[in-house]
């Protein structure tokens, strides 16, 4: 057993930069890399690719990312843990081994599966939004279980290089490669809490490295044009140290971390994840150096009975439509423009959307009422159930141009088709993770 690990985190979603995956790697002397690039909305999208194509359904930058990942990889020794297998981590798993091949490199990955419990479901399972049976959102395309480290520990047991996975829990993929190393029981539950802290810090990336954190007035972060992803050293006792590569942009701080370590907790005394309900309320944050962070503390006393599962469903269509509105009287005229298509559309599109951006569109208008500006654009937007009728909204839009207010420019329209999510709950025993190996 070993007494401490490097971990990295080279990928916060499924857009993120992969320049940072690459320094971590070359740069960082990790033990672990993990890109962690799936959201419940990415995984819905992730199966309505799958559906269309059976050899399709795993991330969409997964070739770009893996292609300049390999060599960097098996050259300095790093495992690499991640969920861009989305809804289809077989064909991400063959996928790496044809990247690997045409690299002239050898490579074995395991790709771990189980969390599509789909074909589980009845519909009849109420959701954890509305407490509303799911059937009742519409028609059901994709359901994933949050998987824990369980499903990841067989695929570290072997000598794979990458471990590829479907839906994890964020926390679980940097918790898994720790219980591995140090030889921890997955019902200590206070050593899985330490790991889910640690884990939780690291998984958005740069976040905890200033980028959601920056405000150039209040809270100045420097070099972000060459943000670095973070690293964690980790001791067998559960406590770690937060730092980045020397020489990349960004900072961590104890307010960078405190930042992402609220992420997404709505109970710091209970934070569910499929491996522990984790208790962050003891956690202790030092900065010991110029970025570099010690977090000791965390802990758990159990874990949930069941699995969170999120749903995917046919949410319809969402119809939008922009135009803008510039120089003398602008928001007056834009003002005229959206009461235009309130007119016209209230009677076909019951949840109609009309905002002015520069005024609206994400406060109240009260909040910019001492404001003018010079410029808005017009958007309106909304859910419908058919094609033709989302079509219309843009269509109403860009009849502006000569029957709306005078200087309108630069319209556009767009339809695109809504999956939506929400999330019900599986007993354990549903759910059986499985991997597959593979070999260049």
Same mark, same amino acid.
């Given at each position: 057993? %070993?007494?401490?690990?490097?971990? !990295? ?33 990415? +995984? ?33 020794? $790093? ?42 479901? @009845?519909?009849?399972? #109420? ?8 059937? @009742? ?14 499903? +990841?520990?067989?695929?570290?047991? $072997? ?6 996975? !479907? ?44 980028? #959601?954190?920056?405000?150039?007035? &209040? ?11 973070? /690293?964690?050293?980790? /001791? ?6 937060? @730092? ?5 942009? =960004? ?5 960078? $971390? ?37 977090? %000791? ?59 002015? +951006? ?12 001492? &404001? ?31 029957? =709306? ?8 329209? #767009? ?19 499985? +991997? ?5």
């Amino acid at each position: 057993m %070993k007494e401490k690990i490097r971990i !990295g985190c080279g990928a916060g979603f499924s857009g993120d930069r992969i320049e940072p995956a690459l320094i971590l790697t070359e740069k960082g002397d990790l033990d672990y890399l993990i890109l962690e690039c799936l959201a419940e909305r990415t +995984i819905a999208l992730a199966q309505k690719r799958k559906l269309q194509n059976p050899d399709l359904g795993y991330d969409v930058l997964l070739e770009k990312r893996i292609s300049g990942l390999l060599p960097l990889l098996l050259k300095n020794k $790093t495992r690499l843990i991640t969920n861009m297998g989305a809804a289809n981590p077989i064909a991400g798993a063959k996928k790496i081994i044809e990247l690997a091949k045409e690299q002239g490199l050898k490579v074995k990955v395991a790709a771990v599966f189980g969390d599509d419990v789909f074909s589980f479901l @009845s519909g009849d399972e #109420y959701s954890l939004e509305n407490d509303i049976p799911i059937y @009742s959102y519409g028609k059901l395309v994709s359901a994933n279980a949050y998987l824990g480290v369980e499903a +990841i520990l067989p695929a570290l047991a $072997t000598d794979v290089d990458i471990i590829i996975t !479907g839906r994890v829990a964020d926390p679980s993929l940097f918790l898994a490669p720790m219980i591995y190393e140090f030889g921890w029981e997955v019902d200590d539950f206070e050593k899985m809490g330490k790991g889910t802290v640690l884990g939780h810090l690291l998984e958005c990336a740069g976040q905890i490295t200033g980028g #959601y954190f920056a405000d150039p007035i &209040s809270k100045p972060i420097p070099d972000m044009h060459i943000l670095g992803h973070p /690293f964690v050293d980790v /001791f067998k006792d559960g406590h770690g140290v937060i @730092s980045k590569v020397e020489g990349t942009g =960004g900072a961590i701080t104890p307010q960078t $971390t405190k930042e992402q370590l609220l992420y997404e907790v709505l109970d710091p005394f209970h934070y569910f994840t499929p491996d522990v309900i984790a208790d962050f309320s003891s956690v202790k944050i030092e900065e010991i150096s110029k970025n570099q962070i010690q977090i %000791k503390g965390g802990g758990g006393n159990s874990k949930p009975e069941t699995y969170k599962v999120s749903v995917g469903y046919e949410a319809g269509f969402r119809g939008t439509g922009e135009i803008s509105y510039a120089g003398a009287h602008a928001v007056e005229r834009g003002e005229l423009a959206a009461e235009i298509m309130r007119l016209r559309l209230k009677d076909k599109i019951q949840n109609l959307k009309i905002d002015l +951006i520069g005024m609206n569109s994400l406060h109240p208008s009260e909040f910019s009422k001492e &404001s003018q500006p010079y410029e808005v654009r017009l958007r309106v937007t909304g859910m419908c159930d058919s094609l033709s009728l989302a079509q219309e909204i843009g269509e109403e839009v860009e009849a502006l141009y000569t029957n =709306g207010p005078a200087g309108g420019g630069g319209a556009r329209k #767009y339809v695109e088709q809504v999956v939506g999510v929400i999330s019900t709950l599986l007993e354990r025993d549903q759910v059986k993770p499985g +991997i597959q190996l593979f070999s260049a």
